[in-house]
């Protein structure tokens, strides 16, 4: 992922973009209808947009109706919308990810995605993640082991648009 060295001014509102959503997914069901979706990670509760648009599930280890990772370079060059985990990241497959998904609207998601405008720089549309809001609240739902209490009791699920993507010009 190159970058020019400069923050764009697109940037300018980062903080007023910033919306809560239950996930990114349902914050995005209107604009999924109808449209070839690929989701790189096998996220939870996707049956909610699989009647809705032409869903492909990439998985690294696939599951029943999902398609091996691999896949990616035959699959994404021809989808409307990407969605992809932040593991792709740590895993450094989201430089070529990147890369194959130029054409469409890319989202990363999932609650260790960094929800830093540099990304956007790179051709991420937009970032859902998790703020913690109550540091306390957060830690003890950790330390019990209650990762979906995290998101409930502490911190809460967000969605953060460039300036281009919020006035529509992506």
Known sequence: MASSGRIPKVWKLYDEL????????TGMIEELRGKRVAVVGHFRHLERI?????????????GQG???????????????????????????????LLELSRNARVVV??????LHPLLFAHGVDLLGGLIVDDQDAAWRAVAEG????????????????????ACGNL
Do not use: W
């Not at 009647?51 to 696939?62: D, H, M, T």
């Open 109 to 114: 998601a999932g609650p260790s995605t960094p």
């Open 146 to 165: 209650g990762h979906k209490a995290l998101f409930l009791q502490g911190g809460r699920m967000v969605k953060v648009t460039s300036l281009h993507a």
């Open 18 to 25: 910033i919306a809560a959503v239950p996930d990114v997914f």
């Open 50 to 62: 699989s009647g809705i648009c032409q869903l492909s599930v990439l998985e690294r280890r696939p």
């Open 66 to 96: 999902d398609l091996p990772d691999t896949a990616c370079e035959y699959v994404l060059g021809e989808q409307d919308v990407v969605f992809m985990t932040a593991t792709t990241l740590v895993n450094k497959t989201m430089p070529r």
